[in-house]
């Protein structure tokens, strides 16, 4: 299973970037059989939402979110991809609940798991979800709300330039 789900991230991944333009033949079966062989193994169906985002079926996306929601109330990772579908939809309400809950819920991992080091899984999950509130303020121009979420992102941050010609930008 492992294999196969870092298989089909990088088609994913591919495809969004514009080099694929759908999924091969091969990683559609790899995508139904990780379902079946690790039905219960929530980043499985992150992993299928990914694919899912990237060819613009988000209705099946959302409904992969919804099992993967009910194996893991509480992930971080899951709220992440819920946000970043309705962000697609220009559903900006929806996307904002969902990132302010990945944050919610990557901060009560970290309490937990003590992940403090940079390029944690985790933290990694946060910085995405600040990433996503900062976009939809920027596109909503709530710009206030923009810099607010960029400057908690820079006191954790402090010596990434790239967040301070966000916040400029903002």
């Not at 059989?33 to 980043?43: F, G, T, W």
């Not at 991809?81 to 990557?106: M, N, P, W």
Request: hydrophobic residues 40%; charged residues 25%.
């Amino acid at each position: 299973v492992y294999v196969l789900t870092h298989r089909i991230e990088l088609e994913a991944l591919a495809m969004r970037k514009g080099h694929v333009k759908k999924p091969s033949p091969f990683i559609e079966k790899a995508a139904a059989n990780i379902l079946i062989m690790d039905k219960n193994n929530p980043s499985v169906y992150h992993i299928v939402v990914m694919l899912r985002m990237a060819e613009g079926n988000t209705d099946v996306a959302l409904q992969m979110l919804e099992r993967s929601r009910v194996l893991a109330p509480e992930s971080s990772k899951h709220f992440l991809l819920e946000g970043d579908v309705y962000h697609e939809l220009k559903r900006y309400d929806k996307a904002l609940h969902a990132y302010s809950q990945a944050i919610t819920y990557a901060e009560k991992e970290r309490l937990e798991s003590k992940w403090e080091r940079r390029g944690h899984p985790r933290m990694l999950t946060w910085l995405s979800a600040q990433y996503g509130l900062f976009y939809i303020y920027m596109a909503t121009r709530d710009y206030q709300r923009a810099c607010t979420v960029m400057q908690e992102v820079i006191a954790s941050f402090p010596d990434s330039s790239r967040h301070y010609v966000m916040i400029g930008d903002a």
